[in-house]
């Protein structure tokens, strides 16, 4: 890449902030030798590189700047500044509506400056022409809007210095009534937290962000998934810290990744002082929201007796409410207007409204569960990722808590339609934070090994002499993989289940005639999930130099089907950056006993490798017995996430996989002949 | 299928039977024109309840034309829901209208809720304005809105009542033309469309068969005439989804247009009009066209301008009327098929190359009854010619492809020609003939040989393979890979090159692979199609046991492959077996040679026509099942 030395060079020379460009406009210096001046925005532009330099992109981000000003009330006003360069006419596609979101009842932002920088001079672009909109929405509908500028035609080379202030908290949501400052109070207040992502779609060149905190306010700050520039100052008034970087790979796409917070460099900072008092906070704004209702204790009544657990256990008689809370609550967000985004709805509101999101599924639970004499309190997590210590708000997902002792036991309403778990296993291993009067620390959820989450295979069926195959399929599922059969159920319209199941075996023979489809209901609860197929393939082996020659079936199924077997039937990349992120781990444990027609015999019975990995295992074995043939495949997925170390493992049981789906198999006479 | 949906069929049973107890005194529509228990009773002796997620037990809509000139939509839908499939369907809609044209009013958002015999309403927070994801970064067209209407109250089973008006506030359209099809893909008991017009203004009205006459109405009051249409029981949309089934079933086609001549000059008034290159757009043009030495070469270059220059907004542009001048689609880096089109149009005249607007059929077949109507001319897209060559310009992709076998088989209309849309015939049928002749080479362990590939018409790939660069040579690899994996194209050469019709030669190579554990190495044959469209692929679905839509091809097609194989030394292991399957579709057959040290094998697959009826695809799905059998494909050596 050509001139990135001296791009650090001039960088290195700002210390902090913008006060360094406004020095650039002071009267002229004469400077030592070797020196250079503040770089300006053309500067920077014009040392930026081209499009060869950056052969992947369209543009890049040249500087990515913000300086946070949190004042006593945890009010935060973030002035930014960033500076685009387009590379080729791509980025002059993407760079030609400039978007910002926001949430109007929790924060502000105005577009400040706007300039091209075309051959060294700046075009401004007239910000009066932002246009303030409702935003897209879909499953969350909060009222959230968009500020869009059309740029003016931008050409090959251009720099795009954007300077914005963005006020207000990422969801708090007071009275509008309020005065404007008063609406952008976050809900702990006086309090901040902020989850800095050093990455982005595109390569930066630099990035800063910087932090300016009332001298009173202390901070828990971590730089996580890497390193960073750091520094701490502070003035009469302040704190002031500062976090920056150079020359940032964009984000890199993999198949089945962990979420970007897992992966790339970030600051997490926080000045709450610990998750217990972020658990008494959370517990005290929504202890008031789960009062009952004579028609919810009435309902409740219902579920219990219906399920047969009236005069139950508290386990028991959660474990129907969950179950009636998941089915009956769609995931559909309608606005409370005051505390949206961290309030969790009253009970009764989504009791007739009958949708909310996670927060408010997990309060109609909580309210339930409550009403039925059940200690319970609301509790956060992070759905598939991380959440790190340092006391931030990392959660993305309301779930509910039952009182057990001394431990909480964990429900997921918002996870577990058509799930006969009461917290998902596409969960595992995450953190979660009950809300508590007491204040609870930060736990997280046990590992789950894959035995507790099989997809069983049974199959049952005859060879003709033709090759023709019929037989009956069982596929039994738990945990994660109960989920997977039931959602192949419950998504599917009525009338299409046969048409399905044929889909799913088309794989294994295109001539497929599904005879029947049984399978217990998607939403009874009262066992494992489970689905029968009889089918007959006609000529699925192929006659063959005398014999009869078929691949083992059910190979072909699972690894054209991510709902039954996830890794096998992604494609992998040769190489991996990133951790895998498959969100369950599984066993697959298949066995299919095939009759043979009389008087022949699996004269090639053939057995795939073991490949034991870390993370993975795969072993297939084919058997000849007395006028059958057995094939029995096992596979493991040990771990939900997969360091990019073990990468090379899980591929070679996945390989092994495959081959195993192309090996042969062999029916001869008794004699060698067919 | 057993059981595990009987606790629905109970439900249902409760449902009938709590609001057949109440059906003259509740529940009735918001209007109170309907009485729901007798539609759900009417349900239930239609049609088989218990196998269908939804049945629509209304589903009306009026369109009113005004006399000065705006237009006034109205739908009213009320759904017995009764999975959880039909809840993601029904619950939550989402409505489209012009913000800045016209106006949105909902009269009804509610459920019936069998489990508290209740109406439960909407809220103020249940109507929620959002901008079009597709156009989040449009400004141009951001005056589309999508109003969520959210649904409360929702308990299986239950019945979704839905009604709301969409009207122009202001006249901004030059005509307005539609089609309505009485069958949904739910079971419906009644459908109800009415057309209104200004007494006098003469719309134009086609009725499908078994569609029962309109009731005509005159209502001196308001000015307009109404023509009104009710049917049902109706039975869902054949399955699968088609884009020719509209033709299948019941339908009204209508238009205030007097004629595909009124229709399209307006239009070609509109399009010429926007269709101008400024200075900018003609200084980009000169740079983009410097070095190119002929006319497709041009023409490839200019399309290549607009997709480099502009993203493709994926939003039906038939919300906007008027198309926005070429400078401002080029200025703004975005537009939608029309707008890129237009874009399109005025650089490819500037470049001095003829342009002609086309509308193309959605499917396959022809969509003309009669009616001046867009509503089944679904793709827009330019007819390019100069002095050396004729092509077409695709404004959803941006490219330029020479020849017209992108048309084959499906209805086209030139707006401004006066005529109505015909179906682009093909010649006679349209052919693929793959030869390859590939000898085995054990160092370094490759088939190399020589190949021909014959096709006309609808299999043709002219367009593709035109061009300066490696066109040719890709696509020949792309259409020997899809036979046989792996195979490259070394060299090719042409001995007949036109827009109908290739005729090539090539060299080419495959590697033989690993041997499988019985020591064996295999050779399996693919599709050469698969990468023209794939004319005989998924979208056939051939695992599928029935059907209910008919099948449309783009052609009558032929294609066939011979694959000689001189394998010296190699004993051969397997073979495909000589075989004929013929029927009423078509042929497909395998016939094989052997000669010393080498064996030919000619597969072919015949269909006879076009057009196949639902009922007729048992013997389709038999050619096509028996083309694709593995026993047909496979070779192997020792």
């Not at chain 1, 014009?46 to 946070?68: I, M």
């Not at chain 1, 001539?511 to 000529?539: K, L």
């Not at chain 2, 941006?398 to 499906?410: E, I, Q, Y």
């Amino acid at each position: 890449m050509s001139g990135l030395g001296s791009r650090h060079v001039l960088a290195l020379v700002l210390t902090a902030g913008l006060g360094a460009l406004a020095m650039a406009q002071g009267p002229e210096v004469q400077l030592p030798p070797g020196d250079s001046p503040p770089p300006t925005a053309a500067d920077r532009v014009a040392a930026a590189g081209e499009s060869d330099d950056y052969p992947d992109y369209g543009h890049v981000v040249v500087l990515d700047r913000a300086v946070n000003h949190v004042d006593e009330k945890g009010v935060s006003r973030v002035e930014s500044e960033v500076l685009y360069k387009t590379l080729t006419e791509e980025g002059c596609r993407a760079l030609s509506v400039l978007q910002w979101g926001y949430e109007p009842q929790s924060s502000a932002v105005e577009v400040e400056d706007v300039t091209v920088i075309r051959d060294g001079k700046t075009i401004p672009v007239p910000v009066e022409a932002v246009l303030d909109l409702p935003a897209a929405q879909d499953m969350i509908y909060w009222g959230n809007r968009t500020k869009l500028l059309q740029m003016p035609r931008l050409e090959v080379g251009d720099g795009i210095d954007v300077r914005s202030t963005r006020r207000g908290y990422s969801y708090a949501l007071l009275d509008q009534t309020q005065s404007d400052d008063e609406r952008f109070i976050p809900p702990m207040p006086g309090e901040y937290f902020d989850i800095v992502l050093f990455s982005g779609p595109v390569p930066i060149l630099e990035k800063r962000y910087e932090l300016r905190l009332p001298a009173a306010k202390q901070l828990h700050s971590q730089v996580y998934n890497g390193a960073l520039y750091a520094s701490t100052s502070f003035t009469e008034d302040e704190n002031v810290y500062a976090w920056w970087a150079f020359d940032l790979e964009a984000e890199r796409h993999e198949e089945r990744q962990a979420e970007a917070s897992d992966r790339v460099t970030k600051v997490v900072l926080a000045t709450v002082e610990s998750w217990e008092a972020k658990s008494r906070w959370f517990f005290s704004v929504n202890d008031g929201q789960f009062g009952s209702s004579p028609e919810i204790d009435r309902k409740v009544v219902d579920i219990l007796a219906a399920a047969g657990v009236a005069d139950g256990d508290d386990a028991a008689k959660a474990e129907a409410l969950v179950h009636w809370v998941a089915q009956n609550i769609r995931y559909s967000g309608q606005t409370m207007g005051k505390g949206e985004g961290f309030t969790l709805h009253p009970g009764t509101m989504i009791f007739e409204q009958r949708s909310g999101v996670c927060k408010d599924i997990a309060g109609m639970l909580v309210t339930m569960m409550r009403a039925a004499g059940i200690a319970t309190n609301p509790a956060m997590t992070m759905a598939g990722s991380r959440i790190e210590e340092v006391p931030a708000d990392q959660f993305n997902h309301c779930v509910v808590a039952r009182e057990a002792g001394d431990e909480w036991v964990m429900y997921d309403p918002t996870w577990v339609p058509f799930n006969n778990d009461i917290w998902s296993k596409l969960e595992t291993e995450q953190h979660y934070l009950v809300g508590s009067a007491e204040g609870e620390p930060l736990r997280r959820i046990a590992y789950s090994p894959p035995m507790e989450s099989p997809l069983r295979i049974r199959h049952q069926a005859t060879l003709g002499v033709d090759g023709s195959l019929e037989g009956t399929i069982r596929f039994e599922g738990r945990g994660a993989m109960d989920s997977r059969l039931r959602r192949i159920v419950a998504s599917t319209p009525i009338r299409e289940i046969d048409e399905r199941l044929g889909t799913m075996l088309a794989s294994m023979c295109e001539r497929v005639e599904v005879q029947s489809v049984r399978h217990r209901a998607a939403d009874d609860f009262s066992g494992d999930m489970w689905i029968e197929v009889a089918y007959r393939a006609p000529q699925l082996a192929l006659a063959v130099d005398g014999g009869l020659e078929l691949h083992p079936p059910m190979m072909a199924v699972l690894l054209s089907d991510g709902l039954l077997f996830r890794a096998g039937a992604t494609k992998w990349d040769e190489e991996r950056t990133s951790d895998v992120f498959l969100y369950y781990t599984q066993l697959l444990d298949v066995e299919e006993t095939i009759r043979l027609p009389a008087g022949r015999a699996a004269t090639v019975v053939p057995a795939s490798d073991e490949v034991d990995e870390t993370y993975a295992y795969f072993k297939g074995q084919a058997e000849a017995a007395a006028g059958r043939l057995i094939i029995r495949t096992r596979a493991e997925v040990r771990r939900r996430q997969i360091p990019p170390e073990g990468y090379a493992g899980l591929r070679k049981a996945v390989e092994e996989a495959r081959s195993w789906g192309r090996a042969v198999i062999r029916v001869e006479g008794e004699g060698g002949e067919g | 299928m057993s059981a595990p949906r009987a606790t629905y069929g109970a439900l249902l049973l409760l449902t009938v039977l709590a609001l057949a107890g109440t059906a003259a005194a509740e529940p009735v529509s918001y209007d109170g024109a309907h009485d729901i228990g007798a539609l759900l009773a009417a349900a239930d002796a239609a049609f088989e309840v218990e196998q269908s997620d939804e049945v629509l037990l209304l589903d009306r809509a009026s369109e009113t034309w005004t006399a000065d000139g705006r237009r006034i939509s109205s739908v009213h839908r009320i759904v017995l829901v009764r999975t959880h499939p039909a809840i993601n369907h029904h619950a939550d809609l989402r409505v489209a209208f012009d913000a800045e044209h016209q106006s949105l009013t909902v009269h009804t958002l509610r459920t019936w809720r069998l489990s508290d015999r209740r109406w439960i309403s909407g809220g103020p927070t249940a109507r929620v304005e959002t901008l079009p994801f597709a156009l989040e970064r449009a400004v141009d067209y951001t005056n589309m809105r999508e109003m969520m209407l959210l649904r409360d109250g929702v308990e299986l089973p239950c019945v979704l009542e839905t009604a709301y008006t969409i009207e122009d506030t202001v006249p901004y359209r030059h005509g307005l033309d539609g089609l309505w099809t009485f069958a949904r893909e739910a079971p419906c008991v009644q459908a109800r469309f009415s057309l209104a017009t200004p007494i006098g203004s003469e719309p134009v009205i086609v009725a499908s068969p078994r569609v029962p006459a309109a009731v005509v109405e005159v209502d001196p009051a308001t000015g307009l005439e109404t023509h009104s249409f009710v049917m049902g029981p109706l039975d869902r949309l054949p399955e699968p989804p088609t884009a020719e089934r509209v033709a299948q079933v019941p339908h009204v086609a209508w238009s205030t247009w007097a004629s595909w001549q009124a229709l399209g000059s307006a239009w070609v008034e509109r399009f010429d009009r926007a269709a101008v290159a400024d200075e900018v757009l003609l200084a980009r043009l000169t740079e983009r066209l410097e070095g190119a030495h002929t006319g497709a070469e041009r023409a490839r270059r200019v399309a290549a301008l607009v997709a480099d220059t502009t993203r493709a907004v994926d939003y039906d542009d038939s919300w906007w009327p008027e198309p926005r001048p070429a400078a401002r689609t080029f200025a703004t880096g975005y537009g939608h098929r029309l707008d890129r089109t237009v874009l399109a149009g005025a650089l490819f005249r500037a470049a001095g190359m003829g342009v002609t607007p086309i509308f193309v059929g959605q499917g396959f077949g022809g969509v003309d009854e009669g009616v001046p109507s867009v509503a089944r001319l679904g793709r827009l897209a330019l007819e390019v010619s100069g002095t050396e060559f004729d092509g077409h310009f695709d404004a959803e992709s941006g490219s330029f492809a020479k020849g017209n076998g992108l048309l084959c088989g499906r209805a086209v209309w030139r707006p401004g020609t006066g005529d109505p849309p015909r179906v682009e015939t093909c010649v006679v049928a349209s052919h693929l003939k793959l030869y390859l002749a590939l000898e085995f080479r054990p160092e370094p362990g490759l088939w190399q040989g020589t190949g021909v590939l014959k096709a006309t018409d609808g299999l043709c790939p002219f367009g593709r393979m035109a061009g300066l660069e490696d066109e040719a040579v890709q696509l020949l690899g792309e259409v020997a890979g899809g036979l046989l994996e792996g195979a490259k194209v070394t060299g090719w050469n042409p001995e007949v090159f036109q827009g109908n019709t290739v005729v090539v030669g090539f060299a080419l190579e495959i590697p033989v692979g690993e041997r499988d554990a019985l020591g064996r190495l295999r050779l399996e044959l693919g599709d050469p199609t698969t990468v023209l469209g794939d004319p005989l692929g998924h979208g056939l679905e051939p695992s599928r046991p029935t059907r209910t839509s008919a099948v449309h091809l783009l052609d009558a097609l032929d294609i066939g492959v011979e694959l000689k194989l001189v394998h010296g030394d190699l004993e051969v292991v397997y073979l495909p077996a000589a075989s004929a399957v013929k029927n009423t579709a078509g042929a497909m057959t395998v016939e094989v040679e052997r000669g010393e040290g080498e064996v030919t094998l000619k597969r072919s697959l015949r269909l006879d026509r076009a057009h196949f009826a639902a009922e007729e695809w048992p013997d389709l799905r038999a050619l096509l099942l028996a083309d694709r059998h593995e026993n047909a494909r496979l070779v192997l050596f020792r």
